[in-house]
């Protein structure tokens, strides 16, 4: 018994032919004995199915090899024990058919479509793929894979974004019910499709979902071995360059497939045979279920052949149930898929192929091995439907990429930033004897202009997918920005206000060196680097997609590690302490000249980055599970906090320098006495 399915049904009948041919000249089975075949077309229907097996009942059969549709030997499953008939199917995989107080006769030469369901979920859980849409037809072997997939994948904690069932037997891609299931799939999100249903029905749909726009780099197909078939990409004989591009990345099961000299005998005369004899054969191209074929002629002559060795009566009412018996219990041989046997349910042991269509290729190609005892073994990494080795993610990344019209502003903006503090840090260079630049300590001016183009550098390691280096990187930049600007400017505050209390003490000052200075800048800087130190160290920082975006076919990239929160509020409380320390020094200063204090523009500075902290950072924690409005909020919180501070500190010099020259004097009073205090 065999179906429509084009060739693959063309060259089964032919595989039963030869290997009969086989069994009759062996020999050591059924000697003196030949064995006759009936070869009936199914249509891959259970009506016209079961009426092929009636018809070979009429003719008093021993017992029947196939059908090759699950649905097609359920059928006959159901009717075979009335007439005691044993049945083996080659590529029936419906879970159903286990059931031995239902389909007592059944015994079948792949494995149950059980174990197919739960290991394609296993692969999903290989992948790191957490979330899934199926597609099935809605006969017996699109809804038992399904069926045992779903138990899997839940217990995986695979999540489902959408489940499609489409009729069986659809006749072409314009199917509306097959376009409406793409559509719903495609709308869903998914990503990860898993693909159950026969050869015929899977090249329609491919051909439906391509027309739509749901294949190629941005969907990954997971496959049974109804699909996981070279004739997939056959249209009337011919490769179909757009099934080729459909279908390409595809990650499937098929039943462990044939090796060894045996099938090297079989595929050496398969290929010699006159096709026009033997339709399907004289060629290389052989279907996947071709030689379980073989081996489900051998179990039937095999198990005549224990029967009457035996001593069993052919003529005997009994044929039937011991023939079932020996056919179950005592097959044990190596075939052309290797050693076939049975369970207690007449089921073959599932080991299965893990195959791959690799972009561009019209062949499967087997890439691993994945049963249910021992687990998945990749032999060659899949090629997935992105041309890369690199699973895809399940989930669309959400991150702030440079693609991004939120990143391009963003990038311009800090670009911006980068390129006027360079010009202003030119523009103080160039003035660097005068009286407005000599005073605001320029070794520290540079300083500060350095961590201004590190603030603005914030948006380099916040822009594209984050990894673990650019995870790393953030505190650092961030911290380094703040210290390099505050400390230099607390730092030269501090001497200010040591000079002018020495000097109301003494009438002289004595002056500290931009040495001694750095000391303190440094002690500044470390009070920061060291917890970042040990954070970096102890507990670094990694890239990790974070299931916790509101959209379901979503999951955010975020930066994350073990007590990342405890060291964010070490640095957060030290950095609020440091705006309070500045709101001292400016207290202290108060009563000193701009000139030398920059008091007014420090105060300036402060206000605004710790306005931006206030309004920032509780929208940020609000924001969390939203990385680009987060990546928006942070990124202009980080260039206005440096604009800030370029403005309120160097505008000012700059516009002394260049716009009145005559005013970038030391100031004094009507007597010429150096004017230090702001009541002079």
């Keep these: ?18 290997e009969l041919e086989n069994v009759n000249a062996d020999p050591c089975i059924l000697p003196g004995i030949t064995v006759v075949g009936i070869v009936n077309d199914t249509g891959t229907t259970p009506v016209m199915g079961l009426e092929s097996f ?17 649905a097609v030997s359920r059928a006959v499953a159901v009717a075979s024990p009335l007439f005691q008939i044993p049945q083996v199917s080659y590529s029936s995989t419906l879970a159903e058919l286990s059931q031995t107080e239902t389909y007592q006769y059944f015994s079948r030469v792949v494995p149950s479509d059980a174990f197919q369901g739960l290991l394609l979920a296993n692969i999903c859980a290989h992948y790191g793929w957490d979330r899934v849409a199926t597609i099935s037809t809605s006969d017996a072997y699109g809804s038992s894979i ?9 217990r995986l904690g695979i999540r489902f974004l959408s489940s ?68 997939l990409m056959v249209i009337d004989g011919e490769v179909s360059p757009t099934l080729v591009a459909a279908a390409g990345g595809i990650v499937g099961t098929t039943p462990r497939g044939a090796s060894g000299p045996k099938w090297d005998a079989f595929q050496a005369d398969w290929v010699t045979r006159d096709p026009n004899e033997y339709p399907g054969a004289g060629t290389t191209d052989i279907n996947a279920f071709v030689p379980f074929t073989a081996d489900a002629v051998q179990v039937v002559a095999r198990a005549a052949d224990r029967y009457l060795r035996d001593g069993g009566v052919w003529t005997s009412p009994q044929r039937g149930p011991e023939l079932l018996v020996t056919l179950q219990d005592d097959t044990d041989f190596i075939g052309l898929t290797g050693l076939v046997t049975f369970d207690e349910n007449g089921d073959r042991e599932a080991i299965y192929d893990l195959v791959n269509l690799v972009p561009g290729s019209s062949t499967i190609t087997i890439i691993g091995e994945i049963s249910a005892e021992a687990g998945i073994t990749i032999d060659v990494p899949a090629v997935f439907s992105s041309g890369s080795t690199t699973p895809p993610d399940a989930a669309d990344r959400i991150y702030a990429d440079y693609d991004d019209i939120e990143a391009l502003v963003m990038v311009a903006l800090s670009s911006v930033g980068i390129l006027t503090t360079i010009v202003v840090s030119a523009i103080i260079l160039f003035h660097y004897s005068t009286p407005a630049v000599k005073y605001a300590s320029p070794r520290f001016i540079f300083v500060i202009t350095l961590g201004l183009i590190v603030g603005y550098c914030n948006v380099f390691v916040w822009t594209g997918e984050p990894t673990d280096a650019m995870c790393m990187a953030r505190p650092w930049v961030l911290i380094l920005n703040f210290v390099l600007v505050f400390g230099p400017l607390y730092a030269k505050s501090c001497r200010m206000w040591w000079l002018m209390r020495q000097r109301k003490k003494t009438f002289a000052a004595k002056p500290i060196k931009d040495t ?29 997609r974070v299931d916790d975006n509101p959209a ?47 008091l007014s523009y420090i105060g300036y500075t402060l206000y605004t980055v710790s306005i931006t902290v206030i309004v920032v950072v509780p929208m940020l924690f609000i924001l969390e599970d939203e990385p680009l409005a987060f990546y928006i909020v942070f990124v202009l919180g980080c260039i206005a906090a440096n604009t800030a501070a370029l403005i309120f500190l160097f505008f000012p010099k700059v516009y002394v320098v260049l716009i009145h020259p005559e005013t970038n004097t030391l100031p004094v009073d009507d007597h010429g006495m150096l004017k230090v205090n702001r009541s002079n």
């Design 1 to 18: 018994l065999t179906g429509r399915l084009a060739s693959a049904g063309v060259q089964r009948a032919t595989a039963f032919r030869i």
């Design 54 to 70: 009636l018809y070979q009942s009429d003719r008093n059969v021993t017992m029947v090899v196939g059908a090759a549709s699950s």
């Design 146 to 154: 399904v069926e045992s997939f779903t138990n899997q994948a839940t």
């Design 164 to 231: 499609q069932s489409i009729l069986p037997n659809v006749n072409n891609a314009t199917d509306e019910g097959l376009l409406t299931a793409v559509g719903i799939t495609k709308s869903s999100g998914a990503r990860i499709v898993l693909l159950a249903m026969l050869l015929q029905d899977a090249t329609n749909y491919f051909l439906a979902a391509s027309a739509v726009g749901f294949t190629g780099a941005d969907v990954t197909y997971i496959v049974s071995d109804g699909v996981a078939q070279d004739g």
């Design 516 to 544: 001694t200075l750095s000391g303190f800048v440094l002690a500044y800087a470390l009070l920061f680097l060291i917890p970042l130190v040990v954070w970096t160290a102890a507990f670094p920082l990694e890239a990790d």
């Design 552 to 598: 379901n076919d979503k999951v955010n990239i975020k930066c994350t590690g073990d007590n990342s929160t405890v060291f964010l509020g070490i640095l957060l409380a030290l950095g609020i302490l440091s705006l309070l320390l500045g709101v001292l020094i400016s207290f202290l200063n108060r009563n000193i000249n701009d000139f030398f204090s920059e």
